[in-house]
């Protein structure tokens, strides 16, 4: 079975300042999705950034970004200029066999 | 961007009794949809996939004669829980799309009394 680690059960950040998320995983695919996902306290999964495994480029949306290590099968989330809304629980979640399959979710929170 | 309504939101029911939830394709067409469970503080668990015009494919350990899954347009997909019980209290959430890119309902809590 496919196994997603996310090691930072809780994270806090100063407002404005950059926390990063890690997240490790196993696939015996060579071509696949990543994605990070953003739980708030209304519980609507909102899809907050997604790599291509075959891309080198690190993905990169707005303040958002992500650290992808595919030998290391390490993808990191960080999060830049922290704003009050990041608060949630984030998860990190692969996609094998057409299937996504969920971390463990790391909850954030923003010290204002 | 493309929608996925689910309902009710919240439901309380009484144990024995059988509860349905409904996931529903707004603006698109979805061939396939997806059905998880959330206990509090935990991660998402997938429990079935649900497939248009065919039987839907449960995950190991899901009882398939208690989460009954109906998948009969390409745009409703429903969920029911039959027979409830308090063990079953917990967040259902549904999702459609393609795997690449999903849209997800905004959750059903359901509590069991």
Known sequence: ?112 | GAVVSQHPSRVICKSGTSVKIECRSLDFQATTMFWYRQFPKQSLMLMATSNEGSKATYEQGVEKDKFLINHASLTLSTLTVTSAHPEDSSFYICSAGTPEKLFFGSGTQLSVL
């Open chain 1, 1 to 112: 079975a496919q196994t997603v680690t996310q090691s930072q059960p809780e994270m806090s950040v100063q407002e404005a300042e950059t926390v990063t998320l890690s997240c490790t995983y196993d696939t015996s695919e060579s071509d696949y999705y990543l994605f990070w996902y953003k739980q708030p306290p209304s519980r609507q999964m909102i899809l907050v950034i997604r790599q291509e495994a075959y891309k080198q480029q690190n993905a990169t949306e707005n303040r958002f970004s992500v650290n992808f290590q595919k030998a290391a099968k390490s993808f990191s989330l960080k999060i830049s200029d922290s704003q009050l809304g990041d608060a949630a629980m984030y998860f990190c979640a692969p996609l094998r066999a057409q299937k996504l399959v969920f971390g463990q979710g790391t909850r954030l929170t923003i010290n204002p």
